[in-house]
Each structure stands twice: as structure tokens, then as C-alpha cells.
């Protein structure tokens, strides 16, 4: 079964290294690796040459990483598809046990397999499955829920994937519009899809001292105000608006609309507003730890590979 790999990269000549050759790395063979160079004008082009034919190279003048992998999709005649950011790399076992998964656990409907990732702060690190509040029973098996708690949560997702291409198609691909939490935006579409397979062990090392893209230094603001647009877009899909749960999306977009308010407010120059604000902040964090700890909220529910096959 050949993996298709898709590295979108720009001006990454000092990191793009690690990523190729943590690919290159992977017990899993076939793999075809494909590096889309979005109008890269440092040494990256140079160093990419390097590599031969031991990697597919495709060139586009720059429009985003969200072009950039939707030409990578395009291009890839693998049956699975992985992504990987130009500044991160994966373990050598990744692709290998993520496909072996969803081998087992095809019948079942699962086309999309997530692991956890080391996520390398300059501050310590974390594991990316605690951050978004994942905390399953098992090393590894079938999350039959993503949708519920992924409208709750965000899953660091990109590079952590390893998806049917069947289920791209379904889902749409990666919408270019977006520039930033695009990777939010199709996780949920294809959580709508089916269960999802799950690797507890970290298999992704995500680091912050790459000093990449956007998406790593945005506000709070922003973050927030794209989750509010893509799940304003998503409730109004004809195609996946009615597979929406709709009591945590209810929630999150009231929680969300009052954060947009409290932090729009804080940001304000005069001190009785910005105090405000960020009183209704501090009000907004204790109310969301409460939400967090009730009986009826959405947690990851699991089953072992056994079980569905």
C-alpha cells in the first residue's frame, strides 16, 4: 500500500532537512514523498535538488499552505496521504503503525488515523493528545466520537494524520480561503465522516524554536474568531450542517461569541473596559473548567482494535 507524503514548504532551506529525512526514515515502504515548494526565494529550491529522485518536487508561485498541500493531493497517487510541515519530523515507526491501523480497522469505516505528538516549547513540553483534552484508556484503537469533542476541542492535526484518500474527497480537501486554522477546519469535516483511529504514543515532534509559520504566533483573537467563522460555515453546509452535534456546537459557539466580546473589550484603551474585559476573561476560563468536569460533557470514547473486527 503506497502512503503518499505531502511537505508544503517556504523559505524553510534551515529545517526542511529534519522533515525529508525523518520521512525518508520510515520503516514503511512504499512511501512517495512529495515536497510542494510555494515560492520559496532562499536556498530552498538548491537543497531540495540535493535529494534526487528520492523525492517529488513541485514548484508554484506563493498562495498559501493550504494550495500547497490541495497540489500535493492532487499530484499523489498514494492510497493514504500524510502531511508534514517543512519545520517538524516525524519517528521512524509513524507511518508504518498508523497504516497497519487503518488496515485493521478498515471494515470497520475508519478512514482517518490521528497519534499524539511532542510539541517542543522554548517554555517545556507537552504532549499534543493532553492539550486537547485526550486522554484515552488504550496505546491504541478506534475513537468513535471525534466530532463531538473536536467541536469542543482543537486537535494539533496536520502532521499528526494519516487519512484515506476516499475520505479527502469526501471532506473536500483543505479550504484555500482559509490562511490560517485551516487544519481545524478539515479535521472536523472529516470527523463527520466516520470513527477515527487513534496512536496514544507520540509520534510527532512539533518544534516552536522553527520559528514558522502564521498559524504559531496568532492572538488569541484571531484563533478565536476563526473558530467561530468555520463553525458558523460548517452549521450552514448542506452537506455536513446536519451531521453537526448540536448541543457542544451550541455551546461552543455561545462560549466562543463571548470570548470574541471579552478579549475585544480588554484590548480596549480605557482602563474600565479593559478591566472589564478581562474580568469577563477570568469569568469566561473558570466557567469553561467547570463545563470541562460536567458528567455530560463530550469526552473521547474508545474501543479496542478487537472490537471492530
Keep these: ?48 535538488a540535493t535529494y534526487g529522485n528520492k523525492i517529488r518536487i513541485i514548484k508554484q508561485r506563493n498562495q498559501g499552505a493550504s494550495a500547497a498541500r490541495n497540489t500535493g493531493i492532487k499530484a499523489a497517487v498514494g492510497e493514504i496521504i500524510s502531511f508534514l510541515d517543512s519545520d517538524d519530523s516525524w519517528l521512524p515507526e509513524k507511518t508504518e503503525r498508523q497504516v497497519k491501523l487503518l488496515q485493521q480497522t478498515e471494515s470497520s469505516g475508519v478512514k482517518c488515523c490521528v497519534c499524539d505528538a511532542t510539541m517542543l516549547f522554548g517554555t517545556g513540553t507537552v504532549s499534543s493528545f493532553a492539550t486537547a483534552g485526550l486522554h484515552p484508556k488504550q496505546r491504541e484503537g478506534v475513537w468513535t466520537n471525534p466530532a463531538e469533542v473536536l467541536t469542543m476541542n482543537f486537535l494539533f492535526f496536520n502532521q499528526v494524520v494519516a487519512v484515506r484518500r476516499e475520505a479527502l474527497e469526501q471532506s473536500g ?15 472536523l469535516r472529516l470527523s463527520l465522516i466516520g470513527p477515527w483511529a487513534f496512536i496514544a ?13 502564521l498559524s504559531r504566533n496568532l492572538s488569541q483573537l484571531e484563533i478565536c474568531r476563526h473558530m467561530f467563522h468555520i463553525l458558523n460555515d460548517l452549521s450552514n453546509s448542506v452537506q455536513f450542517g446536519p451531521l453537526l452535534p448540536g448541543a457542544p456546537l451550541r455551546h ?22 479593559a478591566a472589564s474585559g478581562r474580568f469577563l476573561l477570568l469569568c469566561l476560563k473558570v466557567y469553561e473548567a467547570i463545563y470541562q468536569r460536567c458528567p455530560s460533557t463530550a469526552r473521547m470514547i474508545t474501543r479496542p482494535v478487537s472490537d471492530h473486527q
Design 1 to 48: 500500500m503506497l502512503v503518499s507524503v505531502i511537505i508544503p514548504t517556504y523559505n524553510r532551506a534551515r529545517t526542511i532537512e529534519r522533515a525529508i529525512n525523518s520521512v525518508l526514515a520510515q520503516s514503511w515502504k512504499p512511501i512517495e514523498v512529495i515536497v510542494v515548494d510555494d515560492g520559496s526565494t532562499d536556498e530552498t529550491s538548491d537543497l531540495l
Design 173 to 187: 480537501y483543505f479550504r484555500e480561503d482559509l490562511r490560517i486554522m485551516e487544519d481545524y477546519d478539515l479535521a
Design 201 to 213: 504514543d507520540p509520534l510527532v515532534v512539533w518544534h516552536e524554536d522553527a520559528g514558522s509559520g
Design 252 to 273: 461552543r459557539r455561545r462560549f466562543l461569541k463571548r470570548k470574541i466580546n471579552a478579549l475585544v473589550l480588554s484590548s480596549e484603551s480605557g482602563r474600565l473596559r
